[in-house]
């Protein structure tokens, strides 16, 4: 099955459209990734960042508690009292941060209950001191739950770094692999895409050369048609004008645009009288499918009168299609004036000869008579039909008058024509 140009063309240019369109698709989606993965790591770094700030805290608190139990200065409890508020504040925000991570969800509310824990240690620690009691165990008991919260946050610190490594990786992965679909797509497009501008510039020269061919023919043909001596028409099938030759307007004063803007002047030019002869070869002319010719007079813009001589023929397309009727149209006006003054001139000779004052006649080679003048006929009392053909000279002559014509004018040969006078 062969694909013409323009559907080669589309194929090529709608496969490049979708290889784009996929090329976008990816973009967008590659987009939406980096954005995603951006926003996730951001989001890691907070989360350490917060479980960093809680150890801090809790480390802060147990330092001041400490100092306070060896050197009972109180106002390393005011530290301790900002220490505590700044865990409390870090502690929720690191809740709220890590509630994608059912993981850390469990290891910081671990790390709250240790350090609910812890604070009510130290806070008893600090209540024993007031008092006067210090108590060794309180200090280890608060070491060993400080270890256990250190412990969980250094869980969350490493894993937390874990899944910052494992989403750089597919991050990495994943961009090569766009990367590569983008690269491809693109060169795909890029590919299709000229094809198809290849084909359509084919295409388009080739059609334009066509079109050059086809004015340059239409230019021979209309500086042809233009500029023949008869006067060329086309009607369509409905009786319009498609075209009608410059020659018209010598032979009846219209010009070829007033014919072809007004369909029904060819006929309105017609002579009365030849006006239903001209009418019916019209109608013939496309009834027959053939040639059809017809002699008419017309009345031309100047009120003059002129014969024409119309050949007509019905013309069809490749497929069979009629497409209306070709015709010239001849001026013959001279012609006819021409074949009146032969004609009168043919009966005034005619006249001469049968009304002569001698008799003529012509006879064959075998003496037979082919032609007699009026003159001769009465001198003779025949009818031109008991002569022509069919009288012998012979009969007519005496033998004296035979033995001369046969002495003169020998018989066989060419044919002989004579006159006489009485």
Same mark, same amino acid.
């Given at each position: ?30 987009? $939406? ?5 951006? $926003? ?9 960042? $917060? @479980? ?19 050197? %009972? ?74 270890? *256990? ?5 250094? +869980? ?12 750089? /990786? ?29 084909? @359509? ?9 066509? *079109? ?25 099938? +409905? ?12 032979? /009846? ?10 369909? %029904? ?32 007079? @017309? ?48 009966? +005034? ?15 064959? $080679? ?8 009026? /003159? ?9 039909? +008991? ?36």
């Amino acid at each position: 099955m062969r694909f013409s140009p323009e559907r080669k063309a589309f194929v090529f240019l709608s496969i490049g459209l979708v290889f784009a369109l996929a090329l976008g698709f990816m973009s967008f989606v590659r987009t $939406k990734s980096s954005l995603e993965a951006e $926003k996730r790591e951001k989001h890691t770094f907070e989360v350490i960042s $917060k @479980i960093k700030r809680v150890s801090l805290a809790i480390n802060t608190m147990q330092g001041e508690v400490r100092g306070y139990l060896i050197t %009972g200065d109180e106002s390393l409890l005011e530290y301790y009292e900002a220490a505590r508020g700044d865990y409390t504040k870090s502690i929720n925000e690191l809740e709220s941060l890590a509630s994608d991570e059912n993981g850390q969800e469990g290891r910081i509310e671990a790390v709250k209950k240790l350090a609910v824990d812890r604070v009510a240690v130290l806070n008893k620690s600090i209540a024993l001191k007031k008092s006067g009691i210090v108590l060794a165990s309180q200090v280890s008991e608060g070491e060993m739950v400080n270890r *256990e919260i250190n412990g969980l946050i250094d +869980d969350m610190l490493s894993e937390e770094r874990a899944a910052f490594g494992k989403r750089q /990786t597919g991050h990495e992965l994943k961009a090569h692999h766009a990367l590569w679909l983008i690269v491809t797509a693109t060169a795909s497009s890029v590919i299709l895409v000229l094809s198809a501008i290849m084909i @359509i510039r084919r295409d388009y020269e080739r059609r334009k050369r066509l *079109e050059d061919e086809l004015r340059q023919s239409e230019r021979r043909y209309r500086v042809v048609a233009d500029n023949t001596y008869a006067w060329e028409f086309w009607h369509s099938p +409905d009786g319009r004008v498609i075209y009608c030759s410059p020659s018209c307007k010598p032979v /009846t004063g219209y010009g070829a645009a007033e014919f072809e803007t007004d369909p %029904g002047l060819a006929g309105r030019i017609v002579h009365a009288d030849d006006a239903g002869r001209y009418s019916g070869h019209i109608r013939n002319v496309s009834a027959a499918n053939e040639a059809q010719e017809l002699e008419f007079r @017309i009345i031309c813009r100047d009120g003059t009168e002129k014969w024409i001589s119309q050949v007509c023929r019905p013309i069809f397309n490749e497929t069979g299609e009629f497409l209306g009727i070709r015709g010239t149209n001849r001026d013959i006006t001279e012609r006819k004036r021409l074949e009146r003054v032969i004609n009168k001139n043919s009966r +005034d000779l005619e006249d001469l000869y049968n009304n002569a004052p001698c008799g003529y006649y012509s006879i064959d $080679k075998d003496g037979l008579f082919v032609r007699m003048n009026d /003159t001769g006929l009465k001198w003779l009392g025949y009818a031109r039909e +008991d002569v022509v053909g069919k009288l012998h000279v012979f009969e007519i002559m005496t033998q004296q008058s035979l033995k001369v014509f046969e002495e003169n004018f020998p018989v066989q040969g060419a044919g002989v024509r004579a006159g006489h006078r009485a």
